[in-house]
């Protein structure tokens, strides 16, 4: 099943980057059209129209571009539902009675579809032998291993015609959408001009748009987070209902075995995690600290343009090259002179190695955010402080500080959260060993490094030992929840006693 108009596709082919830029092209000229329309009706005398000239140039461009890109997502987020439902009349019902079956076998047709377009790019085959290719005459398998496209099973008779399937209606889809689109643009600006004219309150409409704007994206943060609470919500009641709750949340083991017998004990984790946290902060804090007191309150102009650029380089780095640093440098440093002279161990990954790494990347957040805090208290304060007698020292530890304390706080929170999330050092800097154990020089690992370890890999999405990935997501969200409830608590009681 070819597109409509098979011609003016393979001539018009359009992206989504593409129709984006035509889009805001027609917007750009209804930008000039409405504003040159509206300068026209009043007869080039500005000062009849109810709105300046801008507004009626912006109404027109906003009522080409709105509803276009409206079209746009709803023609994105309604063409998959219809392709997988045409593409699942090509296989039997066994092969899409479940999701996880229909999952797996849509990604084999795209895998397939994709390849085709693949060697029609690299002039393998013509999109119309594409479109003819057999399996029966063509070594199917061989072309699409030629264009880049790697599968781990042979091609069948069903997924190739579906992949033909799926690349037409694909491409009909395309070209729909293209037309959909630009037609919804070109209404939506021949509406804006037809109803410009002096009295039309162009600013009104414009500042009602433009509400409406924030207040969708303050809506889109919101449903976000609800979404991702939701879908890791749902998975985990997914993974409680195969695995007992009381031997994930109480289980010493964590032993995953997806060929069944599985020690899904959560305690280990949890353990590592809040071990590298609390080694992490122990580093970060004191320093991160002290380097804003000196660059907010002792540091000379001169020294502070200097120190600061210098300290919040840090930040940049990417953390696979923190992670590099924990595993050629300062692993094979600590257990050198420190863990094997005084007997705590020979490894080189280890909790006290991810933790010190972990805490040098967390001292640009700490010393930046409390440096701005503490440069925003007054000045007014220092000086009654300094007109009472009080040292510089003093002034620190008694007025600063305190006035800047809910900012600290959110800075170490924030650092906190960064050493909790912390993936990429912890895999390089201290292992993957899940275990409870004291000695800080010992490999241990964290959540998120398993979480992301029972999601690698081709492994059944609905098996205990995938599904605890979710479980382990939903109680690192609880976990980081508590902590920020804490903080506010903090906050507020430390207010309430001296403000």
């Known amino acids: 099943m070819g597109p409509p108009f098979p011609l003016l596709r393979k001539q018009f082919p359009m992206t ?3 129709l984006v830029t035509v889009v805001l092209v027609i917007a750009l000229a209804g930008f000039v059209l409405g504003r040159a329309r509206a ?16 507004y009626y140039g912006w109404h027109a461009a906003l009522m080409a571009a709105l509803p276009a890109f409206a079209v746009m997502l709803l023609w994105l987020l309604i063409q998959p539902l219809v392709v997988e439902r045409q593409i699942a009349a090509f296989f039997p019902e066994a092969a899409v009675a479940d999701e996880t079956a229909f999952t797996l076998t849509m990604a084999d047709v795209r895998r397939v579809a994709g390849g085709l377009d693949a060697a029609v790019l690299a002039g393998l ?11 029966d005459t063509t070594d199917v398998r061989a072309l699409l291993g030629q264009a880049g496209v790697a599968l781990g099973a042979q091609v069948t008779p069903e997924t190739l015609e579906a992949a033909k ?14 037309i959909a689109v630009i037609a919804a643009a070109l209404v939506g600006l021949a509406y804006a001009l037809s109803v410009t004219r002096p009295d039309f309150w162009a600013r009104n409409r414009v500042e009602a748009v433009m509400l409406g704007v924030l207040v969708t994206a303050s809506s889109i943060a919101i449903l976000t987070t609800v979404g991702i609470i939701w879908s890791m919500f749902s998975e985990s009641l997914n993974f409680f209902r195969q695995y007992p709750a009381t031997e994930f949340f109480f289980g010493l083991t964590w032993n995953p075995q997806f060929r069944g017998g599985s020690d899904l004990g959560f305690i280990p984790l949890l353990w590592g995690t809040l071990y590298i946290t609390v080694v992490s902060m122990i580093v970060a804090v004191p320093l991160g600290l002290f380097t804003a007191i000196y660059l907010a309150e002792y540091a000379s102009p001169a020294a502070r343009s200097i120190i600061k650029p210098l300290i919040e380089v840090i930040a940049g780095i990417p953390t696979v090259v923190f992670g590099l640093f924990a595993l050629v440098t300062v692993g094979p440093f600590l257990r050198d002179y420190f863990a094997q002279p005084f007997g705590f161990g020979n490894s080189g990954s280890s909790v006290m190695t991810a933790g010190l790494v972990i805490g040098i990347l967390n001292i640009p957040f700490i010393s930046s955010l409390a440096d701005d805090i503490m440069n925003a208290v007054p000045q007014s304060l220092r000086d009654g402080s300094y007109g009472l007698g009080a040292t510089k020292s003093e002034t620190i530890r008694q007025v600063v500080l305190p006035a800047a304390l809910p900012g600290i706080v959110g800075a170490v929170l924030l650092a906190a959260s960064r050493a909790i999330g912390e993936t990429m050092i912890v895999t390089m800097g201290a ?3 899940a275990k409870l154990d004291l000695n800080p020089f010992e490999a241990m690992t964290t959540m998120t490094v398993k979480i992301v370890g029972q999601l690698t890999g081709d492994t059944d999405f609905n098996s205990p030992e995938t599904l605890v990935a979710f479980a382990l997501g939903i109680t690192l969200f609880v976990i980081t929840l508590g902590l920020n409830i804490f903080a506010l608590y903090i906050v507020r009681k430390y207010r309430e006693q001296y403000e």
């Open 431 to 433: 292992g993957a060993a």
């Open 165 to 178: 399937e799926y690349r037409g209606l694909v491409a009909s889809g395309a070209f729909g959408r293209m």
């Open 16 to 18: 989504i980057l593409l």
């Open 39 to 54: 300068i026209s009706r009043a007869s080039g005398n500005v000062r009849v129209l109810h709105s300046l000239p801008g």
């Open 125 to 135: 085959v013509t999109a119309d032998q594409a479109a003819t290719l057999s399996v």
